[in-house]
């Protein structure tokens, strides 16, 4: 059985009006993928407003927390076979299920005679709002909420559970207005081809399964769902292109460049470095422990951005001194000979801490109290987060350096450091990631041990673009030229006071802007982990020379495309990796 006669409609693959069709999106895990749509549906229907129990609300209360505790079972068992991040992503959604907020609240509205159902649906859309509003990584979590709430009203109700088949004759490419982790979490490579979702950015749970399966990926693809299923679909996950019924040839051509780029990525090993000989550390972000095992299977000799941030999100209280000391502590003796870079937490905007609230509600939470400036009001939370830290870093091998994000100005570099100091950590550095800290970088560098650029905040604050707002989506592009000469600026600066300036946003993922970041002087990279190889792949083809004249190539130029083209003209050899 394909998994277009299970959904049973199934259009003919390769034929029809649809050939050569294409939709776009987001490529967040590059790569090609082809094969036959499942689409998956069945969205479980709104329960009736109106409906009414039978009036013995005690018997519905119990029938309610029976479903819902059956759905919890039911995906940390999914979660047990699936093992690893996914087993820790499905744990998370179970303890969701299992609030005791949201029980009351389902109890209270069977209390007042609504079916059980309904109550479900209501209860779990009062937090669902609370969530989306929250924005960023909470809004994210929506999907998996939604997931619950679907999987506890099929159980109620009699319906199918809403899900993904673990089996199929054929590798097929998956597509779905959003993914949640119980849908993706027992599935392989060799039964998905792609993913492809309506919905989802960057960091959706979609994206990040699909990158740590190695799996191609394509999200905010407008009109995917309406795709007819078992219709054959090329994706590729680095241009966010989805072409409908291609032509065979095409087909054959897409699986012959993956494979050579394949060949490309796997004869580049060993450290970064460029084609004669100059080092470029390549190194890994991180958001916990639970990434160490791409970073290493990826080949990253560290860690150069580790988000603290992922260990507070999704609670109430800050973790214990203990409990931090022990993530930290199992992050550095992953490298025992590496560099491992952490950042201290960077609350606020995107990544909202429930514990950490600002005092007022921001206009712009960008531009507030975040990152260090939330230190500043909550200096315990700072000390304690050192304090573990330096707890963790005594007796490891690792090189352990620490940052603060967000820093404007010298006195709060000069106050972070000594605030560091005071812990026992040295050489404290600076996230690069405001204007006016790039700007200044030549007074920032003579308190700060290093640089590490955040260019999607760089990128966010250059060109008055927020990163959480679609519609500007379009200016926040690293390849601006005003974003590569505040770059150069802070590498510059860095350089002649001979300490260290690397970058850690998304524009050290992309292997041509890795390049021309080289070219600037930037002394090492990190990224997300499936993003190493094909950096290291481009730096290996290309001399400093090279990378140099590209940068002042893309820098002499006046919009962001035009640097792209001017970098990729200095650049020859990229073609093999079909960037
Ligand atoms: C690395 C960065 O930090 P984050 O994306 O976590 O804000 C950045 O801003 O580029
Ligand atoms: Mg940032």
């Known amino acids: 059985m394909t998994p277009g006669d299970e959904n049973?409609?199934?259009s003919s693959a390769g034929t029809g009006s649809l050939a050569g069709t294409s939709l776009a999106g987001t490529g967040v895990s590059p790569g090609a993928g082809y094969g036959p749509a499942h689409v998956l549906a069945g969205e479980i229907p709104e329960p009736d407003k109106e409906a009414r129990h039978d009036g013995d609300a005690a018997a519905e209360r119990a029938r309610a927390e029976r479903a819902v505790e059956e759905v919890a079972a039911d995906l940390e068992a999914r979660g047990a076979r699936a093992g690893g991040e996914a087993q820790e992503v499905l744990g998370a959604q179970a303890l969701m299920a299992r609030d005791p907020s949201l029980a009351a609240e389902v109890g209270e509205l069977i209390e007042r005679g609504v079916a059980a159902p309904r109550a479900v649906f209501d209860a779990f859309g009062k937090y669902r709002d609370l969530l989306a509003a929250a924005g960023g990584y909470l809004a994210e979590r929506v999907t998996d909420l939604d997931d619950i709430r679907d999987r506890v009203i099929a159980v109620l109700t009699g319906l199918p559970m809403p899900g993904v088949p673990a089996r199929a004759d054929e590798p097929f490419v998956l597509v779905a207005k959003d993914l949640a982790p119980a849908d993706t979490a027992l599935l392989s490579k060799d039964v998905v081809a792609a993913f492809v979702t309506e919905q989802g950015g960057p960091t959706s749970h979609t994206a990040i399964l699909a990158?740590?399966?190695?799996?191609?990926?394509?999200?905010g693809c407008a009109g995917a769902t309406a795709i007819a299923p078992g219709t054959s679909v090329l994706v590729d996950g680095a241009s966010g292109q989805?072409?409908?019924a291609p032509d065979p040839a095409r087909v054959a051509a897409a699986r012959a460049a993956e494979e050579a780029r394949r060949a490309v990525l796997s004869a580049a090993t060993g450290p970064g470095a460029t084609a004669d000989g100059h080092p470029v550390p390549l190194l890994a972000n991180i958001g916990g422990p639970r990434d160490l095992d791409s970073a290493l299977a990826n080949g990253a000799e560290g860690v150069g951005l580790y988000r603290t941030e992922f260990l507070f999100l999704d609670r109430e209280t800050a973790p214990s001194a203990s409990e931090q000391e022990e993530a930290y502590r199992a992050v550095f003796e992953a490298f025992p000979q590496g560099r491992v870079v952490v950042r201290t937490l960077d609350s606020g905007a995107d990544k909202p801490l429930a514990f950490l609230p600002p005092p007022e509600e921001e206009p712009n939470p960008a531009l507030g109290e975040r990152g260090l400036r939330m230190f500043r009001r909550y200096p315990e939370i700072m000390t304690a987060q050192l304090g573990a830290l330096a707890r963790a870093a005594a007796g490891v091998s690792a090189e352990v350096q620490v940052m603060a994000p967000m820093v404007a100005t010298v006195e709060e570099a000069e106050w972070f450091a000594d605030a560091c100091r005071t812990a026992g950590l040295d050489g404290a550095g600076v996230m690069i990631e405001v204007p006016s800290a790039a700007l200044r970088a030549a007074d920032l560098i003579r308190v700060a041990g290093f640089f590490s650029i955040g260019t999607n905040d760089l990128t966010q604050y250059a060109l008055a673009a927020d990163r959480q707002v679609s519609a500007v989506a379009g200016l926040q592009d690293p390849w601006h030229p005003a974003v590569l000469d505040l770059i150069a600026t802070a590498a510059s600066a860095a350089s002649a006071a001979g300490k260290g300036c690397?970058?850690?946003?998304?524009?050290a993922a992309d292997p041509?802007?890795?390049?021309?970041?080289?070219?600037?002087g930037i002394t090492s990279l990190s990224m997300g982990a499936p993003a190493l190889p094909w950096v290291r792949a481009a730096l290996s083809r290309h001399t400093l020379a090279q990378c140099r004249d590209a940068a002042a190539a893309a820098r002499s130029v006046t919009s962001a495309r035009a640097a792209k083209a001017a970098a990729y003209a200095e650049l020859p050899g990229l073609e093999a990796l079909a960037l």
């Open 211 to 219: 990158r740590s399966m190695g799996v191609p990926a394509v999200v």
């Open 8 to 10: 049973g409609a199934g």
């Open 512 to 520: 041509v802007l890795a390049c021309v970041l080289v070219g600037m």
């Open 502 to 507: 690397g970058v850690c946003g998304e524009a």
């Open 242 to 244: 989805v072409l409908l």
